[in-house]
C-alpha cells in the first residue's frame, strides 16, 4: 500500500512538472467592416479592431498589423470574436510579433449597415428641383459615396465638390466640409441647394435603389437614383 502511494504521487507530480505554464490570454475584439491602408514593414492592408467592449464606438477604431490565425475574414461585415493570445517563443525572427492571435469563436457577424451608401447615384432632386444637370449641358449630377474610405465626391451643376464622410452608422449622416472647384457661372440655384444640402444632412435612407437625405428636423434634402 504505501509503495503503491509513493507511485501514484510519482506519477502525479510528473504530470504537473509536464504541464506547461498556461500564458494564454482570451480577448473579446470587435472587427470592422473594411480593411485599411496601413504601413508596418512596407505598405499593406490592417485591419481595424476594438478590444473589450461591449458595443464598438464608430470613432474608436484602431488599426490592428498582425493576423488572427482560423479566422476567416470577409469584408462588408462587423465581427465580434474571441481571441486566444500566446506569447511566440524565442528567439524571435526580424519583424515578427512577439504574440500569436488565434481565433477561438466567432461570437457574432452582421452586414455593416454603413456599407449601403457605397455605389455611384445620379441626383434625382433638391428642394424643389427636379433632376438637375450641370450648367449648359443636359449631363445628369453624379455623386459617389465611399463608406470605408469616407469619402464623396459630386457635381453640384456648376462645380464638383469633394469631402470626408465624418458619421455614418448606416442611418446618421453628417458629412465635412468640401473642396469646391472654384468656377463662376450665371446661374448657380442649384449649385447652392446642393452645397446647403450638403452641409444641413443628418440622416438618410435607402430604399428600391433610391437615396434621399434628411435634415435635423427629417425634412427631405436631397434624392438620388443608384446607377450601378
Known amino acids: 500500500m504505501y509503495k503503491l502511494s509513493l507511485i501514484i504521487l510519482f506519477v502525479a507530480s510528473t504530470m504537473v512538472s509536464c504541464t506547461p505554464p498556461s500564458d494564454d490570454t482570451i480577448e473579446t475584439w470587435w472587427i470592422n467592416s473594411a480593411k485599411v491602408d496601413c504601413v508596418g514593414v512596407g505598405p499593406m492592408t490592417c485591419l481595424q479592431v476594438q478590444k473589450n467592449v461591449a458595443e464598438p464606438d464608430p470613432e474608436a477604431w484602431t488599426l490592428f498589423y498582425d493576423g488572427i490565425k482560423g479566422f476567416d475574414y470577409q469584408a462588408g ?46 441626383v434625382t432632386s433638391v428642394g424643389e428641383i427636379e433632376n438637375p444637370t450641370k450648367v449648359n449641358s443636359e449631363e445628369p449630377l453624379i455623386f459617389e459615396f465611399n463608406a470605408s474610405a469616407k469619402t464623396y465626391f459630386g457635381d453640384m451643376s456648376c462645380n464638383s465638390v469633394r469631402g470626408a464622410i465624418q458619421t455614418n452608422d448606416g442611418k446618421s449622416f453628417t458629412l465635412g466640409p468640401g473642396a469646391a472647384t472654384m468656377m463662376a457661372c450665371m446661374d448657380m440655384t442649384v449649385e447652392n441647394q446642393i452645397s446647403n444640402a450638403l452641409q444641413e444632412v443628418r440622416s438618410y435612407e435607402i430604399a428600391d435603389r433610391e437615396l434621399r437625405f434628411f435634415n435635423e428636423s427629417g425634412d427631405k434634402l436631397m434624392t438620388f437614383q443608384a446607377v450601378d
Open 77 to 122: 461585415k462587423i465581427y465580434q470574436i474571441k481571441v486566444r493570445i500566446t506569447d511566440r517563443e524565442a528567439p524571435l525572427p526580424q519583424d515578427v510579433s512577439s504574440k500569436i492571435y488565434e481565433l477561438v469563436e466567432v461570437v457574432s457577424q452582421n452586414p455593416d449597415p454603413s456599407l449601403r451608401i457605397t455605389n455611384i447615384w445620379k
